[in-house]
């Protein structure tokens, strides 16, 4: 079956990054930002880095948000509630500035212009454990926009995450794709390349190659973005 739809991870494909940078300041700041509201810095940053755990291993019987939130209510009993909006504040405001940490690659938002304008269905299958916000405003650092997307993934909207298979099954009921029509496209061996598992086809980009298992890439078509176009379009 050819290729009618492409999957792309966000953070380190079409966002260029340095994913422990990215870390460390994105709850650096975020620990700090809600010290005035009177939560421990270092408890407020494992709370989230243990809620994201908890995300990760989801079953499928709750939305990752609410997997998250139940963590966090663990944690600080129930406070949170009151706060949300603190927190929304937080990535609408000071978020922002966790830009820096990330690079710009025009290819990016190119590749994905271009497969929109000839047809191809693209989705944004980018690892659901953060709110709308925080994935509308990387988007928006890759020179995208939300809407250039069918679909993308947020732990308001999502059961499962990569590399689970549930996460790649809800995607395909969601936009009524069959896995052999569609590629998935990631910089992240055992996340995105086990997409293949039911069926689809991947790609792997290797510029910010994330490979935890020293595992073997040559087994999947792999390169930039120019060798990613020439394979969806000998493939379509």
Same mark, same amino acid.
């Given at each position: ?21 990215f ?13 005035p ?15 994201t ?14 997997v998250f939130w ?24 000071d ?7 990330? $690079?710009? *690659? ?6 994905v212009? +271009? !497969?929109?304008?000839?047809? #191809? ?16 405003s ?21 059961y ?5 298979q ?19 496209? $990631?910089? *992240? ?5 086990s997409?293949? +598992? !039911?069926g689809?086809?991947? #790609? ?22 120019d060798?990613l ?8």
């Amino acid at each position: 079956m050819t290729i009618t739809a492409v999957l792309f991870d966000l953070d380190g494909t079409l966002l260029p990054m340095d994913q422990k940078a990215f870390t460390m300041d994105y709850l650096g700041r975020l620990s700090k930002y809600m010290v005035p509201y009177g939560y421990d810095a270092r408890e407020l940053a494992k709370a989230v880095w243990d809620g994201t755990g908890f995300m990760i291993n989801n079953d499928g019987t709750k939305r990752n948000d609410e997997v998250f939130w139940e963590s966090f209510e663990g944690k600080f009993d129930g406070r949170y509630k009151d706060d949300m909006e603190i927190f929304d504040e937080f990535y609408r405001t000071d978020f922002q500035n966790v830009k820096h940490t990330c $690079g710009f *690659d025009p290819k990016a938002a190119d590749t994905v212009r +271009k !497969l929109k304008k000839d047809g #191809f269905r693209v989705i944004l299958a980018t690892n659901p454990i953060f709110p709308p916000l925080a994935t509308e405003s990387r988007i928006k650092w890759a020179g995208l926009q939300p809407e250039d997307f069918e679909l993308y993934t947020t732990y308001e909207n999502s059961y499962f995450c990569k590399p689970n298979q549930g996460y790649y099954k809800e995607i395909l009921d969601k936009c009524n794709l069959k896995a052999e029509e569609c590629i998935m496209v $990631g910089n *992240d061996v055992s996340d995105d390349m086990s997409a293949v +598992k !039911l069926g689809m086809k991947v #790609f792997l980009l290797t510029k910010y190659l994330i490979n935890r298992y020293d595992e073997d890439i040559s087994v999947y078509p792999n390169g930039d973005f120019d060798d990613l176009m020439k394979y969806i379009y000998e493939n379509k």
